[in-house]
């Protein structure tokens, strides 16, 4: 897997851009979608990227390593009994409880530096943060409100990729109650997506993920950002196959012609989705062998797949060769709706053995 910080710092720059005034944070948990989060997180800090978010408070100590001064935040929120941990992390834990805050508030060391956090109030995904009514409670405790340092005050949209779901102007309407209560406090809403609904749903910050790493943040239309990550594997047999012939396990791919097939080494181990295997009910998925496109036949295995290599010049169809599973020819979004998913389950799957090579930013 090749990573290109070039491309990504592209990435930042656009979507700060289209943020306008509000800060462009950067989302990097799950090791910056799968691509490492020492060199992603490095290439979001040279951007001028200061605002991280994080999952996970292990993703947290991670990500401070690499970036002591950063303001981290962890979405998750606080890990009972973890206080301790957050503060000698200067980790910022996104609350979403009124038990959550109760922790918090009790921690020991009050010190500006290790001692912020934010609030997540859900305005209608369900999911993670204070219910609007829990929210009301927390302010009107103003002893409980005044210990908790809050830097941030965020809520999260279930459909922002769709941008005609009547979700998106409710829960924007809830945020802006949300955002009346506490004016003093910054304000963010938009994910990827968000950022390209309209400036409405702004605010203060905004919290960039999937578009950072090159997947579509628009459902419909072309892709307004660069790819990222290119995923290749090496084929490491070419065969004749005769007409009638089956390919792979369960034989649910026969030629239906005399052709070439390829087997190249990537599997459901390195994170290639099975349901990306060939079917009589649908197109199948296309590889990309130099630019030639080459339909993936058969059952996607644990270490390898086979494409239809007949139509390929014969000095490509060889083994040794480099097939692109997605990356520069091969958008990841197509790859992820053949296998039925999203770029962002695609991306982050991608095991270890795939080795990650990093493209160097342009010294600028
Ligand atoms: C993951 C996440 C994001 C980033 O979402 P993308 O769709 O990848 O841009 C933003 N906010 C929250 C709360 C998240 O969990």
Redesign the pocket.
Known sequence: MTVDLNALAQNYAELARRAGRAECAG?V?GSGYGLGIEPVASALWQSGCRTF?V?RPSEGQDLRQVLPRADIYV?DGLYPGQSAFYQRHSLRPVLTSIEDAREWARRTDKSAETSGCAL?VDTGINRLGFALEEFRALLSDTGLVSNLSIRLV?S?LACADEPTHPMNERQLAAFWQVRQRLPDVPASLA???GIFLDPRFHFDLV?????LFG?S?VAAGPNPMQPVASLKARILQVRSVRKGETVGYGATWTAKCDGLIAVAGAGYRDGIPRSLSSSPDRAPAKLSLNGYSCPVIGRVSMDMLAIDVSDVPSELARRGQEVEIFGTEVPIDSIASAAGTIS?EVLTRIGDRAVRRYLAPASR
């Open positions: 989302v948990k978010f999952a979405l997540h965020l999260h994910n990827s997506s919290r960039p993920g999937i578009a997947g943040p962002y």
